[in-house]
């Protein structure tokens, strides 16, 4: 009598994103997962893209967390065919869950989903099924809540925040660049995330925004 084995193939997981309780959380949902496996992890697009280059499995992002991505950056992932995107992201506006959701992405959940979810969300996008939330779902078809229009409140890094302080006491990008041992471009990228995360338009509303949130000490204070 004969007995067939069959070896069981995990989905093989990169996860892409700024903040390590983030990348710690999911990484602990994959580990307890029979059928995934996490293959990787990355805070930034320079090392994300060449992990992309070979192998194939599901990658999990949020495109405003993750360092030096812009949202048109997203459309670009489709390239590496083998990879299938799921996001799951804080911000539901809805001119941008469209955005996304028109760049060809196989899954979209936002932050709120449980982890029942995010597990059912990852096999669904292995198999090339396309699955969105409920919430995402309302947003698209126009049935979401007023305050859907609005992303939560950004999330800055370590390295945001302090490029936010030295942009507020008058620097000029390549003077941070030499401080910080960064290329004028990559300072330029940080600051353009920043801008965008706080929805802001100039140097001036930043310098409110850095003093309002306590960054910097406004005159006449200790």
Sequence with gaps: MFRIILNKVSVSVIVAHQHALVREGLSHILQEMPDAELHATCTNAADLLPML????????????????????????????????????????????????????????LTRTCDRQEIE???MRVAKGETTYCHKVLDILMGQAPADSERCDPAILSEREVEIIRLIASGLTTREIAGKLYRSEHTISTHRKNIMRKLNLRSSSELMVYAMASGLILQEGRA
């Design 53 to 108: 280059e070979s192998g194939s499995g599901v990658l999990i992002l949020d495109p405003l967390h993750v360092d030096g991505m812009e949202l048109q950056d997203v459309e670009l992932l489709q390239q590496f065919s083998g990879w299938k995107v799921l996001l799951i992201t804080a911000c539901e506006q809805m001119a941008m869950v469209r955005q996304l959701v028109g760049t060809g992405i196989q899954g979209y």
């Design 120 to 122: 059912e969300a990852i």
